[in-house]
């Protein structure tokens, strides 16, 4: 996720998990409930469409630990799993690993999360920045976690607009460079699962 000029104060809006937690790295145990955002984030009844069903080879194919942290962030902050996912394919992160950018930044782990957002993130845990980069790239329920509040936050920016949030995660203060990442993430959605999917209004 590139870097943009998008303030990051609403960090502390939203629960993110604790790195140092148990639920960091455990995946959401069946019949549990993890706190959700629905009322809070608006979701358009557009992307309901590629939620929720998810072919047998698709979960074959992903890492079962990155499919359970993803699910898990979708409970937690009301998004469809599948749009996380189809931004996880779309990011290209591995855990373990950390991408330069030309700008000076960093993107972090399986879902890219920008080294801007370091500073704010070891203020709320309590940690150090080193700390908190750490457990971004090494722990990936960490990162898809601080990911998917990042993307509900930008579709709560969005005036709930899930299309226009994706768009936001990637590119917030550039609309032509949003969009083009949008349609990327639809086109890597509609790939994995074979749906058809809602892209971005013109």
Known sequence: MMAGQRSMATVAKLPIINPHSAAASQPTKAGSRAPNRRNSVRMSSKPSQIAGIMAPETIMELSSLVLACAIKAATAYGLPPTGIIAILEAEGGRIGEVSENANGTRDIGPMQVNSLWLEPLARKWGVTPDEAEAALRDRPCTNIAVGSYI????????????????????????????????????????????????????
């Open 151 to 202: 993307l509900a936050d930008c579709i709560h920016k969005r005036g709930g607009d899930f299309w226009a949030g994706v768009g936001c995660y990637h590119a917030p203060s550039d609309p032509e460079r949003a969009r083009a990442y949008a349609d990327r993430v639809a086109g890597k959605a509609a790939e994995r699962f074979g749906l058809e999917v809602f892209r971005p209004e013109r």
